[in-house]
């Protein structure tokens, strides 16, 4: 079994950490797969086995996506700054460049009338501890 | 560092105090909260979140218009749970100096407060907070409690029995009041097998925890969908007040707990 989503020894680094950094490593495996399927897809032939991968392609958007709002809530500095780039209209660089100023200044990165519906989350971060151990 | 109401930046204490703060109700609550290693988590939602949709409805009796009726939302509230405590300021300044040893006894007790208010809200109710819980929701009777705890894998058996014959699959879970989940980890059967491992396999390899707050155990299906924890404030670390002294704090959470299939838990009697 694998290890290699610790960079530093685990033993040292504290339980929230570490679940962090698997999570970190499931983002790169969903994006992974993505890529994948996506190669694969433009170069199926059969209509069926297409349909199938094209399905599959959805599960891993939704994993993808499940996974990147697990690190958001937990790191409110990436938080803020994706607000500023994500699902905006525009030069995503000059959003970025934007959102990230904006965020390290402490000010809100979201552009007027933007959508609502995040919480700011001070809390221990202890959530769901089901699959956890014993 | 937040200036909401936990007025964590407005207390006399380092980042690094913060931390160790932190770490250590992290690391407390986790081995505690029993209840949130079976059951199905909402949220957190926030501080403002106020209640739970229950999706249902209570009809009027009177409308302002004779020709018009009229139905309310019936939600369920969610309930703010403290427990305070007090940390020496001399003790938060020998951390920032290194020390390994810091006494953060009160923490500790606080946290184990807290946890087992929650476990106890989720197995056997809250009726102050509205909160019906798993043990008192079954509607199969509590398998009766023997004195040998080498019986105790029957019971588990039959408790999964009973769930199994209602219709309820698995996996399923074990929540172990204080009691019984140190006569279950000491015990050895015959032969020497571990009594704990014996559980676990009943079970289907399920997990078997320990939940302060629980009378006896109860064991409950994982599938999912059936016990409902909505947190609007995750368990937070606040600020109160401090004199020369002290720092006075707060660990403090909101839920609401409902029970959708009352038939997916059993109870095994307690003493």
Known sequence: ?134 | MSTDHLLRSQAPISDAGWELLDQEAIGRLTVALGARKLIDFSGPHGWDYSATNLGRTEGLAQAPVAGVRAHRRRVLPLTEVRAPFSISRAELADNDRGAADVDLDSLDVAALEIATAENMAVFHGWTAAGISGIAESSPHPPVPRVPDFNDYPKRVAKAVATLRQSGISGPYGLALGPDDYTSVMETTEHGGYPLFDHVRKILGEGPVVWAPGVSGAVVVSLRGGDFLFESGQDLSLGYHHHDAETVHLYLEESFSFRVATPEAAIALAGE
């Open chain 1, 1 to 134: 079994m694998g290890f290699d989503q610790y960079h530093e020894p685990a033993e040292e680094l504290s339980a929230r950490t570490r679940t962090f950094a698997r999570m970190c490593a499931n983002l790169t495996e969903e994006a992974e797969a993505i890529g994948w399927y996506e190669q694969r897809i433009s170069l199926e032939a059969d209509e069926d086995s297409r349909a199938i991968m094209n399905d599959s392609l959805g599960e891993e958007y939704k994993h993808f996506c499940m996974d990147l709002e697990f690190l958001l809530r937990a790191t409110p500095l990436w938080r803020q700054t994706a607000r500023g780039i994500l699902f905006q209209e525009g030069d995503i660089v000059a959003n970025g460049e934007a959102s990230e100023a904006a965020a390290g200044s402490g000010q809100s990165p979201e552009p007027p009338g933007s959508a609502q519906g995040s919480v700011p989350d001070s809390s221990l971060r202890i959530g769901s501890l089901r699959g956890g151990d014993l």
